[in-house]
């Protein structure tokens, strides 16, 4: 058993990964700032932001994965990278995995490029794009001393597009993974099956892979 820390732990994305954790027999600990209105059975709520690191104690001490699943909207608009950031910062030089939720924009449409960002990509989903650009830049830019790893999902993607758990997926590595019909979808619950693998199984370290069916 694993203690999984997951930032916006009752977010979409992050609801997901608590469930799967939990799932699989692991310790986990949602941080979020509000308190959830429907907790999962058998995980730990905290009540924080990774803003204020320094606030949430000893929450991320020991964790054998801390999973980030910030997203630059609302109030978070212009603070996901200065989150991201502090996170990078505490984790550095110690034995804890960062799992980081990425967005399909800076997926490449093909081997070598370009990004699915520079293909026409709509105008209203550019900055939520750009900031997981910029996150994965972070990541890369980071010393040895942090074990990350970065996930794309695909193209559809979110509760608009809910889907089922399979509990399959494809590893596309750079590439967007697309089916047989040019479709590119991840249910939430194989998205958060996807990150679960890797911390079970590494098979990317300080590297960004795409997932999708």
Same mark, same amino acid.
């Given at each position: ?25 692991? /310790? ?9 209105? %429907? ?35 609302? /109030? ?70 942090? %074990? ?25 590595? /750079? ?14 619950? %194989? ?5 679960? %693998? ?16």
């Amino acid at each position: 058993m694993a203690r999984i820390v997951v930032i916006g732990g009752t977010g979409y994305a992050g609801a997901h990964f608590v469930r799967e954790g939990v799932s699989r027999g692991h /310790d986990v600990v949602a941080v979020a700032r509000k308190a959830p209105s %429907d907790p999962i059975e058998g995980a730990t709520y905290v009540q924080g932001s990774a803003l204020d690191v320094a606030g949430l104690g000893d929450v991320l001490d020991g964790a054998d994965a801390v999973i980030s699943t910030i997203s630059p909207r609302g /109030d978070m608009a212009d603070k996901a990278l200065d989150a991201l950031s502090a996170l990078i910062a505490k984790l550095n030089g110690t034995s804890t995995r960062l799992g980081v939720v990425g967005g399909a924009g800076g997926s490449l449409v093909a081997p070598g490029g370009p990004r699915l960002f520079d293909q026409g990509f709509p105008e209203e989903y550019k900055h939520e794009a750009q900031v997981g650009i910029d996150s994965l830049e972070l990541l890369q830019e980071s010393g040895q001393g942090v %074990d990350w790893f970065f996930v794309h999902p695909a193209e559809v993607f979110g509760p608009w597009a809910e889907g089922v758990r399979t509990g399959e997926y494809r590893d596309g590595g /750079d590439v967007i993974v697309r089916d047989a019909d040019g479709n590119s979808t991840i249910s939430g619950a %194989d998205f958060a099956v996807a990150f679960f %693998d890797e911390i079970e199984n590494p098979k990317h370290r300080r590297e960004r892979f795409t997932v999708g069916y």
